[in-house]
Nanobody, 123 residues
Framework: QVQLVESGGGLVQAGGSLRLSCAASGRTFTFSSYSMGWFRQAPGKEREFVGS????????YYAESVRGRFAINRDNAKNTVYLQMNSLKPEDTAVYYC??????????????WGQGTQVTVSS
Protein backbone atom coordinates (compact mmCIF):
# COMPACT_ATOMS: atom_id res chain seq x y z
CA GLN A 1 0.00 0.00 0.00
CA VAL A 2 1.31 3.41 -0.96
CA GLN A 3 1.00 6.37 1.35
CA LEU A 4 1.65 10.00 0.56
CA VAL A 5 1.54 12.26 3.60
CA GLU A 6 1.63 16.03 3.23
CA SER A 7 2.72 18.35 6.01
CA GLY A 8 3.72 21.95 6.52
CA GLY A 9 0.45 23.70 5.86
CA GLY A 10 -0.90 26.43 8.07
CA LEU A 11 -1.93 30.05 8.35
CA VAL A 12 0.38 32.71 6.95
CA GLN A 13 0.06 36.39 6.12
CA ALA A 14 0.14 37.60 2.56
CA GLY A 15 3.72 37.93 1.38
CA GLY A 16 4.89 35.15 3.65
CA SER A 17 6.32 31.73 2.89
CA LEU A 18 5.58 28.12 3.64
CA ARG A 19 7.26 24.88 2.69
CA LEU A 20 5.12 21.83 2.19
CA SER A 21 6.51 18.34 2.38
CA CYS A 22 5.13 15.10 1.00
CA ALA A 23 6.61 11.91 2.39
CA ALA A 24 6.05 8.72 0.43
CA SER A 25 6.08 5.17 1.71
CA GLY A 26 5.06 1.70 0.64
CA ARG A 27 6.70 -1.69 0.41
CA THR A 28 6.46 -1.85 -3.36
CA PHE A 29 6.70 1.86 -4.03
CA THR A 30 9.97 3.06 -5.51
CA PHE A 31 9.75 6.80 -5.00
CA SER A 32 12.66 7.58 -7.27
CA SER A 33 10.81 6.01 -10.19
CA TYR A 34 7.80 8.30 -9.92
CA SER A 35 7.29 11.80 -11.15
CA MET A 36 5.44 13.84 -8.57
CA GLY A 37 2.91 16.62 -8.72
CA TRP A 38 1.30 19.20 -6.48
CA PHE A 39 -2.31 20.26 -6.84
CA ARG A 40 -4.60 22.49 -4.86
CA GLN A 41 -8.31 22.83 -4.37
CA ALA A 42 -10.12 25.82 -2.98
CA PRO A 43 -13.70 25.61 -1.70
CA GLY A 44 -16.17 25.40 -4.54
CA LYS A 45 -13.46 25.07 -7.16
CA GLU A 46 -11.97 22.22 -9.12
CA ARG A 47 -8.64 20.72 -8.22
CA GLU A 48 -5.95 22.60 -10.10
CA PHE A 49 -2.38 21.86 -11.08
CA VAL A 50 0.30 23.73 -9.16
CA GLY A 51 3.46 22.09 -10.39
CA SER A 52 5.29 18.83 -10.94
CA UNK A 53 8.78 17.39 -11.00
CA UNK A 54 10.31 14.57 -12.97
CA UNK A 55 11.40 11.38 -11.27
CA UNK A 56 15.04 12.42 -11.27
CA UNK A 57 14.32 15.96 -10.20
CA UNK A 58 15.90 17.58 -13.24
CA UNK A 59 12.76 19.10 -14.69
CA UNK A 60 9.98 20.97 -12.97
CA TYR A 61 6.80 22.44 -14.38
CA TYR A 62 4.61 25.15 -12.91
CA ALA A 63 1.22 26.66 -13.35
CA GLU A 64 1.39 30.19 -14.63
CA SER A 65 -0.25 31.47 -11.46
CA VAL A 66 2.64 30.29 -9.27
CA ARG A 67 5.64 30.45 -11.57
CA GLY A 68 8.40 32.53 -10.03
CA ARG A 69 6.89 32.25 -6.54
CA PHE A 70 6.76 28.49 -5.94
CA ALA A 71 9.49 25.91 -6.36
CA ILE A 72 9.38 22.13 -6.30
CA ASN A 73 12.27 19.89 -5.41
CA ARG A 74 12.69 16.37 -4.22
CA ASP A 75 15.02 14.26 -2.13
CA ASN A 76 14.88 10.71 -3.41
CA ALA A 77 17.01 9.48 -0.52
CA LYS A 78 14.28 10.67 1.85
CA ASN A 79 11.34 9.70 -0.36
CA THR A 80 10.11 13.27 -0.05
CA VAL A 81 9.00 16.00 -2.41
CA TYR A 82 8.76 19.63 -1.36
CA LEU A 83 6.80 22.67 -2.41
CA GLN A 84 8.42 25.94 -1.40
CA MET A 85 5.86 28.72 -1.55
CA ASN A 86 7.00 32.34 -1.40
CA SER A 87 5.20 35.65 -1.80
CA LEU A 88 1.95 34.00 -0.87
CA LYS A 89 -1.31 35.62 -1.84
CA PRO A 90 -4.81 35.19 -0.41
CA GLU A 91 -5.79 33.45 -3.65
CA ASP A 92 -3.28 30.71 -2.83
CA THR A 93 -5.56 29.59 -0.02
CA ALA A 94 -6.55 25.97 -0.66
CA VAL A 95 -6.00 22.40 0.37
CA TYR A 96 -2.74 21.28 -1.21
CA TYR A 97 -2.27 17.72 -2.39
CA CYS A 98 0.73 15.81 -3.60
CA UNK A 99 0.32 13.05 -6.14
CA UNK A 100 2.52 10.44 -7.76
CA UNK A 101 2.77 9.14 -11.27
CA UNK A 102 3.04 11.95 -13.79
CA UNK A 103 4.19 15.46 -14.62
CA UNK A 104 0.99 16.25 -16.48
CA UNK A 105 -1.51 18.90 -15.44
CA UNK A 106 -4.50 16.56 -15.41
CA UNK A 107 -5.30 14.93 -12.05
CA UNK A 108 -6.51 11.75 -13.74
CA UNK A 109 -2.94 11.03 -14.87
CA UNK A 110 -1.79 10.49 -11.29
CA UNK A 111 -1.93 7.15 -9.56
CA UNK A 112 -1.53 7.94 -5.88
CA TRP A 113 -2.71 10.90 -3.82
CA GLY A 114 -2.10 12.29 -0.38
CA GLN A 115 -4.81 13.42 2.00
CA GLY A 116 -4.00 17.09 1.63
CA THR A 117 -2.84 19.91 3.88
CA GLN A 118 -4.60 23.23 4.38
CA VAL A 119 -2.87 26.46 3.45
CA THR A 120 -4.57 29.68 4.43
CA VAL A 121 -3.17 33.06 3.44
CA SER A 122 -4.61 36.06 5.24
CA SER A 123 -4.69 39.52 3.71
Amino acid sequence: QVQLVESGGGLVQAGGSLRLSCAASGRTFTFSSYSMGWFRQAPGKEREFVGSISWGGRTAYYAESVRGRFAINRDNAKNTVYLQMNSLKPEDTAVYYCAAGSVERTPANYVYWGQGTQVTVSS
